[in-house]
């Protein structure tokens, strides 16, 4: 079974400062890993994957995230957090291999939201 | 394009009613999706279409049922809902390699009442 770990729910920071939301994941074998976000009354946007290759993925918005296989980790970064980062953001999970048609395993979200 | 357009975006309607939520994607994806998502919550997913068929129902109600004419189009039909059915529902599409990303629709918002 897989299974995904978001374990904050809320994470607050300073504009200008980096942030990092994290995530663990639990697979048989090796994962492809998503990060979305949701804005308020909104879907969810893609911001990015780890499929295989380089543990450091960029993506949308200055976002990045590093894949940890010894700490099965996917945490998401930025150097420099805006104001309109303020979302709740969703870790997901798929073991590999699989086919699209295989679901995504969601975290429960967490709620990030920058101070200016 | 890269957009899930998904229609409409707010619906009210009452338990006695019949309704229809849609969803409509050109991206050539063949593995279709609709979700449930509560307030501060994940998406629950309801249903999987692979190639238009469908391949995974969650133990979801029979007052909601899915439908995919077309590799395009996939539709919700629901009928005699509970005021607990009412949440924000997602459409979403992907390729059907392993590693592709979902492309998510806005939503719609339901509310039973």
């Known amino acids: 079974a897989q299974s995904v770990a978001q374990p904050e729910d809320q994470v607050n920071v300073a504009e200008g400062n980096p942030l990092t939301v994290k995530c663990t994941y639990s697979v048989s074998g090796n994962p492809y890993l998503f990060w979305y976000v949701q804005y308020p009354n909104r879907g969810l946007q893609f911001l990015l994957k780890y499929i295989t290759g380089d543990n450091l993925v960029k993506g949308s918005y200055g976002f990045e995230a590093e894949f940890n296989k010894s700490q099965t980790s996917f945490h998401l970064k930025k150097p420099s957090a805006l104001v309109s980062d303020s979302a709740l953001y969703f870790c997901a999970v798929r073991a590999a291999p699989s086919s699209g048609n295989t679901p995504l395993v969601f975290g429960k979200g967490t709620r990030l939201s920058v101070i200016a | 394009d890269t957009e899930v357009t998904q229609t409409p975006k707010h619906l009210v309607m009452g338990m006695t009613n019949k309704k229809s939520l849609k969803c409509e994607q050109h991206?050539?994806?063949?593995?279709m999706y609709w979700y449930k998502q509560k307030a501060k919550k994940p998406p629950e997913l309801m249903f999987v279409y692979s190639y238009e068929k469908l391949s995974i129902n969650e133990s979801v109600p029979s007052r909601f049922s899915p439908e995919c004419p077309n590799s395009s189009l996939l539709n919700l039909h629901l009928h005699a809902l509970q005021p607990e059915d009412s949440a924000l529902y997602l459409c979403?599409?992907?390729?059907?390699?392993?590693?592709?990303?979902?492309?998510f629709g806005q939503g719609t918002r339901l509310t039973v009442v």
């Open positions: 979403a599409s992907s390729q059907e390699r392993g590693g592709a990303e979902a492309f």
């Open positions: 991206m050539g994806h063949r593995a």
